[in-house]
Structures are given as C-alpha cells and as structure tokens.
C-alpha cells in the first residue's frame, strides 16, 4: 500500500489549505481503514493533528480543534481530506498521512510527507 498525500504549499496566516491524501496499491482498497494526519515541525517531534475511523469517527489534536477538518472521499475507498482554517505561523510542518493496518499499529502505512508553511 502507498500513500499520496497532495495539498500542501505557501499560504498567509488566516488562510485556508486542503491537504489529500490517497491510498493506492494491493489491499489498498479492500476494506475501509482509520486514517489519519499527523505533523512535525522543524526540530520538534511528531504531533497527531487528526484521524477518522473505519466508522467515520473523528478526532483532533488539541491545537488544531475548531481549525481543521478531516473528511473521507464516499465515492474513493481510502482516501481522505484534512481541511485546514484559520492557519497560524504554528502550523507550518510537514504533514504526514497514515492508514491503519490491519495487521496492527505496527504495520501502519505512512505517505511521504507534504510541506505546508504559513508566512506572515
């Protein structure tokens, strides 16, 4: 399974971004799975920023709540949106998306990253 996640790029501080992420390969479409974003900024570790379960539950990190929305794509098995509002200087990262395994947390599948910088 592979991860393609898309979106990212330069926008001012109050604006807005979509970030995607797509899911593509053997087993990639089989079942729907959780999945989810995370972040690292430069120097710092990696932050959990939201997630949706096989059963549309979602949850958001504390510092995104409110701002940010993940949505799953109805007519694409495994593939998700993170809606991103308000931006802050803060939320400059690269974010990264990641699909349950299900063979266990362990196994996990992890896109290659997209950068996402919010200037002044």
């Known amino acids: 399974v592979q991860l393609q996640a898309s979106g990212g790029g330069l926008v001012q501080a109050g604006g807005s971004l979509t970030l995607s992420c797509a899911a593509s390969?053997?087993?990639?479409?089989?079942?729907?799975?959780?999945m989810g974003w995370y972040r690292q900024a430069p120097g710092k570790i990696r932050e959990f920023v939201a997630d949706?379960?096989?059963?549309?539950?979602?949850?958001y990190g504390v510092t995104v709540k409110g701002r940010f929305f993940i949505s799953r794509d109805n007519n694409a098995k495994n593939t998700v949106y993170l809606q991103m509002n308000s931006l802050t200087l803060e939320d400059t990262a690269v974010y990264y998306c990641?699909?349950?395994?299900?063979?266990?947390?362990?196994?996990?599948?992890w896109g290659q990253g997209t950068q996402v910088t919010v200037s002044s």
């Open positions: 990641k699909m349950d395994s299900p063979l266990g947390f362990e196994h996990d599948y």
């Open positions: 390969g053997r087993g990639s479409s089989d079942k729907v799975m959780g």
């Open positions: 949706i379960s096989s059963g549309g539950d979602v949850d």
